[in-house]
């Protein structure tokens, strides 16, 4: 029974009570959100080490036995986002030091970005379906307070439309998750694993399979649900901008990973031609849409998009060469979406604005900041030895193997389109001359930079050190995909089945 | 009598996505309220059903509860499921009604500024 599961749910949420109450002085609201996130951000980097050395963490809620209690368990890739969650929400409070609005700050910012925290670490978790659903609508409630925190115009218009939206997905989640229990009469997740891939009347499951696939596409961002992501992304404060873009489509995709990797194993294989059409789909909407678009963050937001196509590749291979490099990945896009927000929003800080049109100069007057542009967008493209590459590489082989020609070039080509929207952003806000005299905009101070300096170490490093990077995404994606491990480590050596009879009886 | 319920989710559903899809806020808030509605019954039919059945208490001397008792577990899912959407709904009305003052209008034809370029 590993119960150190709950630290990394307990921490931040007592320190969201505690900041709550003391958010009127914002210097102990700082100190308590940092010392949470450092707590969790040390957790993950212990947790990975421990799956790797000791495989799958779990324990049982209340101490309920397994199929009946709520499980907690934490594979490779449950350890991977936990640290990464952990990493961006520190460098997000790192940036808002030094950009967001004092009345925001007071006004339970980070109360709120530790509530996402904690809905995440949970999301990443929990080893029941049910419960995945909890966790999903904490992190909403937590993202929605932030997203519409300032209350603009822009940011009730976007807000509703992203409420309203994940809402709607939500509920989708929530009946797919009745429509599982009425046919397996379970919800833990090792426990349907088991029973589903061993059912007879397989049609069913698929109709039920869809439902999840719509609810997780939806929060993931794929084509064609993800309207609510480029209309509202833009509208809150950068650093907030920055986190969302960075974690919560992953936090769909990775519920995609885990859901079905696992529970809908067996549908994987059928669902695979329309999981790679959709990709497919994803990639190019999201590459075009950014095209048309002339505002940094904007052009970012529809990038996300296209990216999540990637991971949604990973999936749609349906293998375990796939699922590594969807996971390898995730890991890089996590880390240098977020890096080019803080560099775009650092730039769009600076000039006061995030018009194209409107900025230019940043090379000279901030160097600095354009080579940090650089190198994340280069890593973003795919470029070696930037960490980007290797995901990407991964993925085509993982496809060629396969023989998905089709899917291939589409993400080949998109990558090169991707290039064309790093440059143009390079090309108008840091290369081409400055139409006004930059020399009253205030200067990049050590605060605005030193957050996408510590994500643009840790891609060269992902890059640099992809060897044990590919290792530990192999493992995370054979763990994921281990269904009689998972019974194993979950109910014990007999299987689920055989537990829940054993009371019963 | 689960062939009615069956039924009523299903009106449930089709009115929340006919309301869902109109242009007015306030609409479309109504149907996510039918949506959620018609979620937490399916739910409940998902159990055994609308059945006449016991209170499922484990009895003492043999730990095990009768055999024609409810099935406990989805009416704790229902419970969990209508607080969390009682608690999201309220904020999309309070997120509605301030969208409303921003905006001037209940159309969301008129809530377009943040996709226009």
């Given at each position: 029974?590993?119960?150190?599961?709950?630290?990394?749910?307990?921490?931040?949420?007592?320190?969201?009570?505690?900041?709550?109450?003391?958010?009127?002085?914002?210097?102990?609201?700082?100190?308590?959100?940092?010392?949470?996130?450092?707590?969790?951000?040390?957790?993950?980097?212990?947790?990975?080490?421990?799956?790797?050395?000791?495989?799958?963490?779990?324990?049982?809620?209340?101490?309920?036995?397994?199929?009946?209690?709520?499980?907690?368990?934490?594979?490779?890739?449950?350890?991977?986002?936990?640290?990464?969650?952990?990493?961006?929400?520190?460098?997000?409070?790192?940036?808002?030091?030094?950009?967001?609005?004092?009345?925001?700050?007071?006004?339970?910012?980070?109360?709120?970005?530790?509530?996402?925290?904690?809905?995440?670490?949970?999301?990443?978790?929990?080893?029941?379906?049910?419960?995945?659903?909890?966790?999903?609508?904490?992190?909403?409630?937590?993202?929605?307070?932030?997203?519409?925190?300032?209350?603009?115009?822009?940011?009730?218009?976007?807000?509703?439309?992203?409420?309203?939206?994940?809402?709607?997905?939500?509920?989708?989640?929530?009946?797919?998750?009745?429509?599982?229990?009425?046919?397996?009469?379970?919800?833990?997740?090792?426990?349907?694993?088991?029973?589903?891939?061993?059912?007879?009347?397989?049609?069913?499951?698929?109709?039920?399979?869809?439902?999840?696939?719509?609810?997780?596409?939806?929060?993931?961002?794929?084509?064609?649900?993800?309207?609510?992501?480029?209309?509202?992304?833009?509208?809150?404060?950068?650093?907030?901008?920055?986190?969302?873009?960075?974690?919560?489509?992953?936090?769909?995709?990775?519920?995609?990973?885990?859901?079905?990797?696992?529970?809908?194993?067996?549908?994987?294989?059928?669902?695979?031609?329309?999981?790679?059409?959709?990709?497919?789909?994803?990639?190019?909407?999201?590459?075009?849409?950014?095209?048309?678009?002339?505002?940094?963050?904007?052009?970012?937001?529809?990038?996300?998009?296209?990216?999540?196509?990637?991971?949604?590749?990973?999936?749609?291979?349906?293998?375990?060469?796939?699922?590594?490099?969807?996971?390898?990945?995730?890991?890089?896009?996590?880390?240098?979406?977020?890096?080019?927000?803080?560099?775009?929003?650092?730039?769009?800080?600076?000039?006061?604005?995030?018009e194209l049109k409107q900025m230019g100069g940043m090379a000279r007057r901030e160097p600095f900041l354009a080579v940090l542009w650089l190198l994340a967008s280069f890593a973003l493209v795919g470029i070696p030895p930037l960490s980007g590459f290797f995901g990407k590489l991964g993925l085509i082989q993982a496809g060629v193997a396969q023989e998905q020609?089709?899917?291939?070039?589409?993400?080949?080509?998109?990558?090169?389109?991707?290039?064309?929207?790093?440059?143009?952003?390079?090309?108008?806000?840091?290369?081409?001359?400055?139409?006004?005299?930059?020399?009253?905009?205030?200067?990049?101070?050590?605060?605005?930079?030193?957050?996408?300096?510590?994500?643009?170490?840790?891609?060269?490093?992902?890059?640099?050190?992809?060897?044990?990077?590919?290792?530990?995404?192999?493992?995370?994606?054979?763990?994921?995909?281990?269904?009689?491990?998972?019974?194993?480590?979950?109910?014990?050596?007999?299987?689920?089945?055989?537990?829940?009879?054993?009371?019963?009886? | 009598?689960?062939?009615?319920?069956?039924?009523?989710?299903?009106?449930?559903?089709?009115?929340?996505?006919?309301?869902?899809?109109?242009?007015?806020?306030?609409?479309?808030?109504?149907?996510?309220?039918?949506?959620?509605?018609?979620?937490?019954?399916?739910?409940?039919?998902?159990?055994?059903?609308?059945?006449?059945?016991?209170?499922?208490?484990?009895?003492?001397?043999?730990?095990?509860?009768?055999?024609?008792?409810?099935?406990?577990?989805?009416?704790?899912?229902?419970?969990?499921?209508?607080?969390?959407?009682?608690?999201?709904?309220?904020?999309?009305?309070?997120?509605?009604?301030?969208a409303d003052q921003a905006v001037g209008s209940d159309n969301l034809d008129d809530m377009t500024s943040t996709d226009q370029l």
């Amino acid at each position: 029974m590993a119960h150190h599961l709950f630290l990394p749910l307990i921490v931040p949420l007592l320190s969201a009570g505690v900041a709550t109450i003391v958010s009127r002085r914002r210097i102990w609201a700082r100190v308590i959100a940092v010392a949470a996130t450092l707590f969790n951000l040390g957790y993950g980097a212990w947790l990975l080490v421990t799956v790797a050395v000791m495989g799958r963490q779990v324990t049982q809620a209340g101490g309920w036995v397994a199929p009946f209690g709520i499980t907690l368990m934490a594979d490779g890739l449950s350890a991977i986002m936990l640290l990464l969650t952990a990493l961006l929400t520190l460098v997000t409070i790192m940036f808002s030091f030094a950009t967001i609005d004092a009345r925001q700050e007071r006004f339970y910012y980070y109360p709120l970005l530790l509530l996402l925290m904690f809905g995440c670490s949970g999301a990443f978790l929990t080893g029941d379906l049910f419960n995945l659903y909890v966790w999903f609508e904490i992190l909403l409630v937590a993202s929605f307070g932030l997203i519409t925190l300032g209350g603009s115009r822009a940011q009730l218009e976007g807000g509703l439309k992203y409420v309203v939206l994940n809402l709607f997905a939500s509920l989708c989640f929530l009946v797919g998750a009745g429509l599982i229990y009425g046919v397996a009469g379970t919800l833990n997740m090792a426990h349907l694993a088991e029973r589903l891939n061993a059912i007879q009347e397989p049609t069913l499951v698929t109709a039920v399979a869809g439902f999840f696939l719509i609810a997780f596409g939806s929060k993931a961002a794929l084509a064609p649900v993800f309207f609510w992501l480029p209309t509202s992304y833009h509208t809150p404060s950068i650093a907030v901008t920055a986190l969302f873009g960075g974690l919560l489509s992953k936090v769909g995709i990775y519920a995609l990973y885990r859901v079905f990797g696992t529970v809908f194993q067996s549908e994987l294989a059928r669902l695979a031609p329309l999981i790679l059409a959709v990709a497919g789909v994803t990639m190019v909407v999201g590459v075009i849409g950014a095209m048309a678009q002339v505002n940094v963050r904007r052009i970012l937001a529809f990038h996300i998009v296209s990216q999540v196509g990637y991971m949604a590749m990973g999936l749609g291979l349906a293998s375990v060469a796939g699922l590594t490099a969807g996971i390898l990945f995730m890991a890089h896009n996590i880390v240098v979406k977020t890096a080019l927000f803080l560099i775009g929003g650092a730039a769009e800080h600076l000039t006061g604005t995030g018009e194209l049109k409107q900025m230019g100069g940043m090379a000279r007057r901030e160097p600095f900041l354009a080579v940090l542009w650089l190198l994340a967008s280069f890593a973003l493209v795919g470029i070696p030895p930037l960490s980007g590459f290797f995901g990407k590489l991964g993925l085509i082989q993982a496809g060629v193997a396969q023989e998905q020609w089709l899917i291939v070039g589409v993400a080949a080509g998109v990558s090169l389109f991707t290039l064309f929207s790093m440059l143009k952003i390079w090309n108008e806000v840091f290369w081409k001359k400055a139409y006004s005299d930059l020399s009253h905009l205030p200067r990049a101070g050590a605060g605005l930079l030193a957050p996408a300096v510590i994500l643009v170490a840790v891609s060269i490093a992902l890059g640099l050190g992809a060897a044990p990077a590919l290792e530990y995404s192999v493992l995370a994606a054979e763990q994921a995909l281990d269904t009689a491990g998972l019974a194993r480590d979950v109910c014990g050596p007999d299987s689920c089945d055989t537990v829940e009879l054993a009371v019963a009886r | 009598m689960n062939l009615i319920l069956s039924l009523v989710v299903g009106t449930l559903f089709a009115g929340g996505i006919y309301l869902v899809l109109r242009r007015s806020v306030v609409k479309l808030i109504l149907g996510l309220v039918l949506f959620s509605h018609g979620a937490h019954l399916l739910i409940f039919l998902m159990g055994d059903g609308l059945v006449k059945a016991r209170t499922p208490f484990v009895r003492a001397e043999t730990g095990v509860a009768p055999p024609d008792s409810a099935d406990p577990l989805v009416q704790a899912l229902i419970l969990t499921a209508i607080v969390i959407s009682l608690g999201l709904l309220t904020f999309v009305m309070a997120l509605a009604y301030r969208a409303d003052q921003a905006v001037g209008s209940d159309n969301l034809d008129d809530m377009t500024s943040t996709d226009q370029l």
